[in-house]
């Protein structure tokens, strides 16, 4: 009896199937669709993706498949994704990239970019701001994709994925989102032991929209046999299915090879391991076949046929009648394209297990050398990481060193820096091993070091990157090159500030006294330059001072452009109009010279000090200019980060909120280290909280998890107070307010920082006045005297905490200037808040049409901004002081009736149900009920409450209590 190697149905697989359907089905209607697709090595995924593009194609789709490479971290980047567009480009041909083929060619170098970077590396700090850009290509080629017909993208082998394919997928998982794309990835649940990188990696897609995790488990007695009946064309022996369901535990992969393996009836003498079985049908081969499947075990997975042919040096038809064998066998399968694959890279991994020490070594240094010789045996752009990958296996080590940093330097040419970093470290894990290093690489070791660093620091592998700042100094002679010792020492103070551990002053400080000793030069007046800049944040006058003598440097060696970058970072810290005056100065300046970079920084600063001023408008004009300036040049995503998050606050400032989330997404998509992302996050985290998004207190605890830091800038620390005051009373936390707002009146940088400072003095004057608490409204009172208005904002926050400290009859003139001061402002939403203040001070005056007239405006407000919060504080105002629509009404006249107004009386006079029962001749049950109507009615949670508020709205008036 003849017995298939593969089945041709799929088993048991009906929820999944349908599961990856509905996907689709929103993915049609073009809401985000991410499926996880989950399961141990053999239990059929790739069988279940190929049944669903199947159906996905018959349906009008379009699929398109990547898998990852076995080269691990330091492989091959981006594979799957070339893989995918070069089918596109087979598909459509060149015009479908829109004109981006030069940047499209750092994923498919057929499209004619040539790589410079392989010729000779760069030694500069990188930005990875251009892998942001490249990002967005590809996001917006997919996009056009789908708008044609939904585009179905399928990335096999998750587990086995370089760091920058996870980071461009979790691109368009959590931030670009392209309409009718539904995106599907596999990977082996038994590869991720503990510190798999893709284990955190998961967990981050699960937080993210319209993710969902499908995980296939193995089959029960009844899928055995449905596989096996299929397999041998008649129904197998109970016995059969018992003996192989209890050795496979229901893995289709693991039972098909089971089946033909054994007696196909009986399935008897079965092999005693797994790797018995894989090698079972291997070893039924003929010797010439086996052998070159180990040749192309050590290929990898997928191989093509002229390598091997080159590999392998045998005549052309005893190779073919060896790969017809083994494909005759089903252990190898032709793909469209010419080249092979192994059925499953079960078979592989053990076949290249079987590999002798020495064979093993050989194999892959013919690999190398192959490819080496002749790099279009590979696909365009693999033959770095493939020679790189060869050369260290054969364990060849002065190769390996050579080709790990040529390697290197083509990933950084595809802005893959996590995994030029990883090749750079194997450079200096195989310089000990190697004696002439420095010779094969033109650099000594501390150089090697440096590129290294520069790497993790552009990768953002910034906790990495303090490592090799402490490797690089142990190692450097400070007073031979003080300069070089002066660098490491910035970059370690920068790093160490931007991963909340320190402000780095130290650091800085030494760095600075080499620097100055150092040799004159162009190099010390940008190191001083980056010393300067780095120093403005914790101390402006030492910066200045530095800046100053790197300035006379510049001007005796005519490069005074060198320090437009610093000059531009001091000019925050002079006086608002005068510093805005020089910075359009500067931006003249940059733009005559064609240094975008400092255009664009000069931007970042303008936007920010236009906020400050209250010209919210040119402020959010000023950061959409220096956007599209970065994105033309790509560094939208280094310095032009903060740009995005400058226009979101001006643009929350404005009420335009909607465009605010906007820009704050794109924001997101920079996933930055450290706290340079922390802006964005503030700031978004905040205006969830003001709509009362259902997501805030996800990103609420994001944003504050950084005050758990040792060190934040204050600039940072003190947004973040205000925050976790606001997040506290929101959630009507009355204990954490009163918490959070004691530790932010500590905070020793308030009272220098009034732009920061006045916010959080408004949030814990509104926790003081929440509670009741005179100890904490005069320490904000305090505060708040010594610290200087001079803007629009401040002003406002001045005239609020006033407000909000009022006691008595000064309420009501204390809430009609803050609400002057934030029209002037012009901020809607802390006018919203402050016009429900002043409604609630005009009723308790009894100034009805005021009342009326202040909350329909904050209803308003709170519609077109959709502040959810704020509208049903506005309702529930308005329904207890009985406004009915726009008109005034007399408050309490709609909301309780005359009898619950008496009640309430005595309710406020401090009396029980059972006297207040007596009083109104009435029984205490329905005393009772009166008492529960009101509560309900004034949206308060107890009679205490209840008769606060009454005595605040003064809605204990006229009704006569018999006595």
């Not at 596109?88 to 060619?105: K, M, Q």
């Not at 805005?580 to 936007?607: C, H, I, M, P, Y």
Request: proline share 5%; charged share 25%; glycine share 8%.
């Amino acid at each position: 009896m003849t017995v298939r190697a593969a089945s041709s149905v799929l088993v048991g697989r009906q929820r999944e199937i349908a599961a990856l359907r509905a996907a689709l089905g929103r993915a049609r209607a073009g809401e985000p669709a991410t499926v996880l697709v989950g399961g141990e090595a053999g239990v059929g995924k790739t069988r279940l993706l190929e049944e669903f593009a199947d159906s996905a194609t018959g349906g009008g789709a379009r699929v398109l498949v990547g898998q990852c490479l076995e080269l691990g971290e330091a492989g091959l980047p981006f594979a799957p994704f070339a893989a995918a567009l070069r089918a596109v480009l087979r598909a459509d041909g060149a015009e479908v990239f829109a004109g981006y083929e030069a940047d499209f060619a750092r994923l498919l170098p057929e499209l004619g970019r040539a790589s410079s970077a392989l010729a000779e590396p760069s030694t500069r700090l990188l930005t990875d701001a251009p892998r942001g850009y490249l990002f967005d290509l590809v996001a917006e080629l997919f996009q056009r994709l789908a708008d044609a017909r939904p585009l179905v993208l399928v990335i096999e082998d998750l587990h086995w994925a370089d760091r920058s394919t996870r980071d461009l997928i979790g691109f368009l998982v959590r931030a670009a989102r392209p309409g009718r794309l539904l995106l599907v990835c596999t990977y082996r649940t038994d590869e991720l032991q503990r510190g798999h990188p893709l284990r955190p990696f998961l967990a981050e897609l699960d937080r993210a929209r319209g993710v969902e995790r499908v995980e296939l488990g193995r089959l029960d007695r009844d899928g055995t046999r449905a596989i096996l009946a299929d397999l041998l064309g008649a129904e197998p022996a109970a016995r059969a299915v018992d003996d192989i369901h209890d050795r496979t535990h229901g893995n289709p992969f693991f039972i098909e090879e089971l089946a033909v393996a054994g007696d196909p009836l009986g399935c008897a003498a079965l092999p005693e391991t797994l790797r018995d079985l894989l090698l079972t049908r291997v070893d039924r081969l003929p010797d010439p076949a086996q052998r070159v499947l180990r040749i192309a075990a050590a290929g990898g997975t997928r191989f093509a046929h002229d390598l091997l042919a080159e590999v392998a040096e045998l005549p052309e038809g005893e190779l073919e009648d060896a790969l017809r064998a083994a494909v005759a066998a089903q252990l190898v399968v032709a793909d469209p394209d010419g080249d092979y694959e192994f059925r499953h890279a079960l078979v592989r991994e053990a076949v290249h297990d079987e590999l002798l020490p020495g064979e093993h070594a050989r194999l892959h240094a013919r690999f190398a050398a192959a490819i080496e010789a002749q790099p279009h045996l590979v696909a365009a752009g693999r033959a770095p990481a493939e020679i790189a990958h060869h050369w260290y296996a054969a364990h060849h080590h002065s190769r390996a060193l050579v080709a790990a940093r040529v390697a290197a330097c083509a990933a950084a040419d595809r802005y893959a820096y996590a995994e030029q970093r990883r090749l750079l470290e194997r450079a200096l894990e195989l310089w000990e091993l190697v004696p002439d290093a420095a010779d094969l690489l033109g650099m000594d070791h501390l150089a090697l070091l440096e590129q290294t660093l520069d790497a993790a620091v552009t990768a953002g592998d910034f906790s990495r990157a303090i490592t090799l700042t402490r490797a690089g100094l142990a190692e450097v002679d400070a007073d031979a090159t003080p300069l070089r010792a002066a660098r490491l020492l910035d970059q370690r103070g920068r790093l160490l500030a931007l991963l909340g551990k320190s402000d780095g002053r130290r650091e800085l400080g030494e760095a600075y006294r080499l620097a100055a000793a150092g040799p004159f030069g162009v190099e010390r007046v940008r190191l001083l330059a980056d010393i300067a800049a780095h120093l403005v944040k914790i101390d402006p006058e030492q910066a200045t001072r530095v800046a100053a003598e790197a300035g006379t440097d510049a001007e005796a060696l005519g490069e005074e452009l060198a320090l437009l970058p610093t000059r531009i970072a001091l000019l925050c810290h002079v006086e608002r109009e005068r510093g805005l005056a020089e910075l359009d100065r500067a931006e003249a300046v940059a733009r005559a010279a064609g240094d975008t970079s400092a255009l664009v920084l000069a931007k970042v600063f303008q936007s920010d000090v236009l906020c400050e001023l209250g010209r919210y408008v040119e402020s959010a004009e000023a950061a959409e200019a220096g956007v599209a300036e970065a994105r033309r040049v790509g560094i939208s995503r280094s310095t032009g980060a903060y740009l995005l998050s400058n226009r979101a606050e001006a643009l929350i400032a404005l009420g335009r909120w909607d465009e605010a989330e906007a820009v704050c997404a794109e924001a997101a998509r920079i996933d930055l280290s450290g706290v340079t992302g922390l802006h964005w996050l503030q700031l978004g985290a905040g205006l969830r909280l003001a709509r009362g998004h259902p997501g805030a207190d996800e990103l609420v605890g994001r944003a504050l998890a950084f005050l758990g830091r040792p060190y934040l800038w204050p600039n940072h620390r003190l947004p973040l107070h205000e925050l976790a005051i606001e997040a506290a009373l929101a959630a009507d936390d009355k204990v954490e307010a009163v918490r959070a707002t004691r530790v932010a009146l500590a905070d020793e940088c308030l009272p220098q920082l009034p732009r920061e400072g006045w916010p959080v003095l408004s949030a814990a004057a509104r926790t003081a006045a929440r509670v009741g608490d005179r100890e904490l409204a005069a320490a904000v009172a305090a505060l708040a005297a010594g610290l200087p208005a001079r803007h629009p904002a401040a002003r406002a926050h001045a005239a609020q905490v006033t407000a909000l400290l009022a006691a008595g009859d000064q309420g009501l003139p204390a809430w009609r200037a803050a609400v002057a001061a934030w029209r002037a402002d012009g901020q809607p939403y802390p006018l919203g808040r402050a016009l429900l203040a002043l409604a609630e001070a005009a009723a308790a005056a009894g100034e009805r049409d005021e009342v009326s007239a202040a909350v329909t405006e904050a209803a308003e407000i709170a519609r077109r901004l959709g502040a959810a919060p704020l509208a049903e504080t506005a309702a529930t105002l308005a329904r207890r002081v009985g406004l009915r629509g726009a008109g005034p009404a007399g408050p309490g006249t709609d909301l309780l009736t005359a009898r619950e107004r008496e009640v309430l009386l005595l309710v406020a006079e401090g009396h029980s149900n059972s006297q207040i029962a007596g009083r109104l001749f009435i029984s205490p049950k329905t005393a009772s009920v009166h008492v529960s109507r009101i509560i309900a009615k004034l949206g308060v949670t107890n009679r205490v409450e209840a008769a606060a508020l009454a005595h605040r709205l003064g809605l204990l008036g006229e009704p006569a209590v018999p006595r």
